[in-house]
């Protein structure tokens, strides 16, 4: 079992930035890939980034340029750096990691993009 916490989302004017956290716990050797994925209401859940264990990383075409992934020590911790934010990126922002067997998400943290 992998257990995935969130935080970091808020409100923020756009142009602005914010700095998304995520902390994974339980049985995180065998993660192979983390990344970000957000949801506005009525919408399908979308892909924002990616990294995977050797640290490469993908992301969405909406957001390259403006967000980037990176971890900490191995796959415990997770990042989202958001700058340049624009009010299409407001929505609820959910961690996930991927095992051989099991995808895992957090609970979600909301990020609103107004002025």
């Known amino acids: 079992q992998v257990q995935l916490v969130e935080s970091g989302g808020g409100l923020v004017q756009p142009g602005g930035s914010l700095r998304l956290s995520c902390a994974a716990s339980?049985?995180?050797?065998?993660?192979?890939?983390m990344g970000w994925y957000r949801q506005v209401s009525g919408k399908q859940r979308e892909m924002v980034a990616l990294i995977t264990s050797g640290g490469n990383t993908d992301s969405a075409d909406s957001v390259r340029g403006r967000f980037t992934i990176s971890r900490g020590n191995g796959m415990n911790t997770v990042y989202l750096q958001m700058d340049n934010l624009k009010p299409e990126d407001t929505g609820v922002y959910y961690c996930n990691a991927q095992t051989d067997l099991h995808d895992y998400w957090g609970q979600g943290t909301q990020v609103t993009v107004s002025s």
């Open positions: 339980g049985s995180i050797s065998g993660i192979y890939v």
